[in-house]
């Protein structure tokens, strides 16, 4: 174990090795499909199947895939530093599944600032569940009111939920990190970029992997231009000093 603090802050571009398309890349959804009809309350109200249908064949995808080396690097590093948080805003379960040496990250280690996919949840109400293994069918119902259950994810309009807001400041105000990794995100909400800001605070690390440049190039102290399951595991050695 190391006296390392790390925030480290992943995006789409960590699961695109693992066969999950990112939004805003080469084959990314927003490329051929409209946000709007499909990631917004009011697509849910306008269409709710289609939107069902939508986030059931992203969670048939998802299930199928594996963890890639860059999730099992960031497992490893989760274990090795004595103050780690992960912010996703995957709301796939892969960085949940990476295992480093029979371990898995610990869940109070990780937040998914945009939800899971795997969760249903009621429209109106606080009744959800988890789907991880197999999907209902139609729309469901809500057990608990009967309204509409909807994925358990953050569309577009939608504030973020409060409870991961809150682990991370509260990770913030214990004061700036050695390293922060700022991995395969377009980084383009303000929330990603001032977290990782305040972060680094005045002398902290700001490392970026992603093949491309992003709104946070500029302030990184080093951007490594490589997909991440090819760069973190060497990477993450070096903050290691393995
Ligand atoms: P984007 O699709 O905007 O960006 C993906 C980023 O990953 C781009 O900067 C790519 O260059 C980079 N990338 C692609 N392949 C990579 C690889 N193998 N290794 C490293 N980087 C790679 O995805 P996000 O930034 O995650 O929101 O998008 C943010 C949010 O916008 C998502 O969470 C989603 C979306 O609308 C909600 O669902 C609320």
């Known amino acids: 174990?190391?006296?390392?603090?790390?925030?480290?802050?992943?995006?789409?571009?960590?699961?695109?090795?693992?066969?999950i398309p990112t939004f805003r890349g080469k084959g990314g959804y927003w490329r051929n499909l409209d946000p709007a009809k499909l990631a917004t309350p009011e697509a849910f109200a306008r269409d709710p199947q289609l939107?069902?249908?939508?986030?059931?064949?992203?969670?048939?995808?998802?299930?199928?895939?594996?963890?890639?080396?860059?999730?099992?690097?960031?497992?490893?590093?989760?274990?090795?530093?004595?103050?780690?948080?992960?912010?996703?805003?995957?709301?796939?379960?892969?960085?949940?599944r990476a295992e480093h040496d029979g371990t898995l990250i610990s869940p109070d280690q990780m937040v998914q600032i945009h939800g899971d996919i795997f969760l249903t949840r009621c429209s109106r109400c606080d009744h959800a569940y988890g789907e991880a293994d197999a999907d209902s069918t139609?729309?469901?119902?809500?057990?608990?009111c009967g309204a509409m259950m909807r994925p358990g994810v953050v569309w577009f309009g939608e504030s973020l939920n409060l409870q991961p807001i809150q682990v991370v400041e509260n990770y913030l105000s214990k004061g700036p990190c050695d390293v922060v990794l700022v991995i395969?995100?377009?980084?383009?909400?303000?929330?990603?970029?001032?977290w990782a800001l305040r972060a680094i605070g005045d002398d902290g690390r700001l490392i970026e992997i992603n093949p491309d440049t992003t709104s946070l190039t500029g302030f990184a102290t080093q951007s490594v231009r490589k997909p991440a399951?090819?760069?973190?595991?060497?990477?993450v050695n070096e903050l290691l000093g393995a």
């Open 229 to 235: 399951g090819e760069a973190l595991p060497d990477l």
């Open 138 to 144: 139609g729309i469901p119902r809500c057990s608990a």
């Open 184 to 194: 395969g995100t377009t980084a383009m909400f303000g929330y990603i970029v001032d």
């Open 1 to 19: 174990m190391l006296n390392l603090r790390v925030l480290v802050i992943t995006g789409a571009g960590i699961s695109a090795e693992s066969g």
């Open 51 to 96: 939107v069902w249908d939508w986030y059931r064949e992203r969670r048939t995808k998802i299930r199928e895939a594996e963890p890639n080396d860059g999730h099992i690097a960031i497992t490893r590093l989760s274990k090795q530093s004595s103050d780690f948080l992960l912010v996703t805003q995957n709301v796939d379960d892969l960085h949940r």
